[in-house]
């Protein structure tokens, strides 16, 4: 069974930053497509950032671009995503989704392909 646990979110000032990590237990992440979504609430679940598991390409929403910057660290089978200048609007639950096959790493993000959630993380960008 594919699992994913999210660590790292909490409590943070405007300015401030966060990493966020998502570790897989069950299955090697490496041969996975990884994706950051958020949903803050009463707004529907976006795309934050995805890298493939190919050639480590990268996308990120455009709310998140020069900010945000996900990686992944296959020997410890987690990816992150290191998150600066955190400002209120990024207040949400940070979801890590995997995904074996994906059409493209933006459609994973925009489209939400994946075969795994996990459970979320709290992320809080307040004064």
């Known amino acids: 069974q594919l699992q994913l646990v999210e660590s790292g979110g909490g409590l943070v000032q405007p300015g401030g930053s966060l990493r966020l990590s998502c570790a897989a237990s069950?299955?090697?992440?490496?041969?996975?497509?990884v994706g950051w979504f958020r949903q803050a609430p009463g707004k529907a679940r976006e795309g934050v950032s995805c890298?493939?598991?190919?050639?480590?390409?990268?996308y990120y929403a455009d709310s998140v671009k020069g900010r945000f910057t996900i990686s992944r660290d296959n020997a410890k089978n987690t990816v992150y995503l290191q998150m600066n200048s955190l400002q209120p609007e990024d207040t949400a639950v940070y979801y890590c989704?995997?995904?074996?096959?994906?059409?493209?790493?933006?459609?994973?993000?925009?489209?939400?392909?994946?075969?795994?959630w996990g459970q979320g993380s709290q992320v809080t960008v307040s004064s």
């Open positions: 989704a995997a995904a074996s096959s994906i059409t493209t790493i933006q459609n994973m993000c925009v489209m939400y392909e994946r075969d795994s």
């Open positions: 069950g299955f090697s992440l490496d041969s996975y497509a």
């Open positions: 890298i493939s598991s190919s050639d480590g390409s990268t």
